[in-house]
């Protein structure tokens, strides 16, 4: 069985429109679902150290997924949960201000979701980190937030969960 575990951006919560839809998408294949609540958590070590945490608590095979600095923290802890996959929208790497916390590159499959249209973490910082890791890469059509493009979100994260399940 496999459990995927969700991780929100800075300003949205656990159970909005694209984590709802994905989750959806995961249950129908018959995965276990979770999504942590990081609000009032603002430092990212932070966030980071409870999805640890809660990772800990489970006993199989584990997806982390994570959107703009969800993405960030689901990165940051994979290696340390022993995840077998990370998949990542518009994920928050290489940001000024937080340069010492570019996560080390985890050895494991990425796949990385972003936007052509984004205008708070520039699509070039995903380029740049999926070269670095040979990660999956697609860019789409759509901004930030990328809920227009929730259908092929979700098409990529069911060939990424079957890819990892075989």
């Not at 951006?9 to 979770?34: F, H, R, Y």
């Not at 489970?58 to 994979?78: C, E, H, K, Q």
């Not at 759509?142 to 399940?165: K, M, P, V």
Request: overall charge negative; aromatic content about 8%; some cysteine.
């Amino acid at each position: 069985m496999t459990t995927v575990i969700f991780s929100h951006g800075q300003e949205s919560g656990p159970w909005g429109t694209k984590i709802k839809a994905m989750v959806a998408n995961v249950t129908a294949l018959g995965c276990n679902a979770d999504s942590i609540d990081y609000r009032g958590i603002a430092d990212p070590i932070e966030r980071v150290d409870k999805l640890i945490a809660k990772c800990g608590t489970i006993n199989d095979r584990l997806v982390l997924v994570g959107s703009s600095m969800g993405g960030f923290v689901a990165t940051m802890a994979a290696q340390t949960a022993n995840a077998a996959g990370l998949f990542v929208l518009a994920p928050a790497y290489y940001i000024a201000g937080y340069d010492e916390l570019t996560p080390d590159l985890p050895d494991l499959p990425i796949c990385i979701v972003h936007g052509w249209r984004d205008t708070v973490v520039p699509v070039e910082n995903s380029i740049r980190f999926a070269g670095q890791c040979n990660a999956t890469l697609h860019l789409v059509d759509g901004d930030h937030r990328l809920t227009a493009n929730l259908d092929a979100i979700n098409d990529y994260l069911e060939q990424f969960i079957r890819s990892i399940s075989e």
